[in-house]
């Protein structure tokens, strides 16, 4: 009886609400393109102050042990960019015909991406992972897809493709540079950040809030749901269940394989088996003709979207689950 009341409580989080609720407003009720603007400055803002955080709050210490981690380091790299293409690759065939070319292109793009930075670290965060190990992996992953994930496009789906070098910038600016500088702090402030934890975890959830805000508003704005039937947005959500969940398992799985520890283990689940929204929209703007740009981007969005309610509910889950 206890564990069921302690799963409806898990299952009726506030956070997961919240995320659930935004999403479907985000859908129903346009706002001004002033006021998205604004939101993607403040997830901006968001994402420094977060990486900030993280930097101040680590020991040097822990850091070094993340990069030294080769296990963790590249078990991420590989489920990012050879199991989840390859998982992509599998299911590509059912999904060209449950969707269609390019909502099944779409997909299969979606595979290719690299791993999203902060929503990876913040959910290995709140699910009392190793954030050092995952601040490395999930940044080497996200700065090595600008290269990786177009080759991959032209290896896989036959298009050549160009990079967005100013995607590599705003990888250093917000993400690396902040963690920098909130590390020369960490001797002077990172004990007291590290007594209080509910700081670092209001930063987790505020950035994540932002983010899936600004997501779908500008999804909405950008009038992407209106090309999609209800029964695709069924199939394509579907799709994104499916492909989620195999790569769920495969990653918990690897970690069991490679013996890694607890804290290793969430974090090559939760930065191996997500996939960046930040990152694939602006390269497939690149990649992909501008008559299909549109259509390709709708399957990410729906991944990203679900990705982040999926995994919201395991890290929650896993934080109050004795280890």
Wanted: aromatic share 10%; glycine share 6%.
């Amino acid at each position: 009886m206890r564990s069921h009341l302690l799963h409806l409580k898990n299952l009726f989080d506030p956070f997961i609400l919240t995320l659930i609720f935004i999403f479907i407003a985000g859908i129903l009720i346009p706002v001004p393109n002033e006021f998205i603007a604004l939101l993607k400055i403040a997830g901006h803002v968001a994402v420094v102050c977060l990486f900030f955080v993280y930097g101040a709050r680590l020991s040097t210490t822990e850091v070094i042990d993340g990069l030294k981690n080769w296990k963790l380091q590249l078990s991420v790299f590989l489920s990012t960019f050879i199991v989840f293409p390859l998982v992509g690759i599998v299911f590509h065939p059912l999904w060209t015909y449950l969707l269609g070319g390019v909502f099944a292109m779409g997909t299969l793009y979606v595979t290719l991406l690299p791993s999203t930075v902060q929503s990876s670290v913040s959910f290995t965060s709140i699910a009392g992972g190793n954030v050092a190990g995952a601040v490395c992996a999930a940044t080497v992953s996200n700065t090595a897809g600008v290269v990786l994930t177009p080759l991959l496009v032209f290896l896989v789906m036959g298009r050549a493709s160009g990079i967005d070098l100013s995607t590599m910038t705003n990888v250093l600016l917000e993400l690396l540079l902040p963690f920098i500088i909130g590390q020369f702090f960490q001797p002077y402030i990172g004990r007291w950040l590290r007594t209080h934890r509910w700081l670092t975890k209001t930063v987790d959830q505020g950035t994540i809030v932002i983010v899936v805000t600004s997501a779908v508003c500008g999804a909405t704005a950008m009038n992407l749901w209106d090309k999609v039937s209800v029964v695709q947005a069924l199939l394509l959500v579907l799709s994104s269940a499916v492909v989620l969940a195999v790569m769920l398992a495969l990653t918990w799985m690897g970690g069991v394989v490679n013996k890694l520890s607890y804290e290793d283990k969430i974090a090559l689940l939760m930065c191996g088996s997500k996939k960046s929204l930040a990152t694939g929209l602006p390269m497939a703007s690149i990649i992909f003709p501008i008559e299909t740009v549109a259509a390709v981007t709708v399957p990410i969005i729906i991944f990203h979207q679900f990705q982040l309610m999926v995994c919201a509910f395991i890290a929650r889950s896993m934080a109050r689950r004795p280890q």
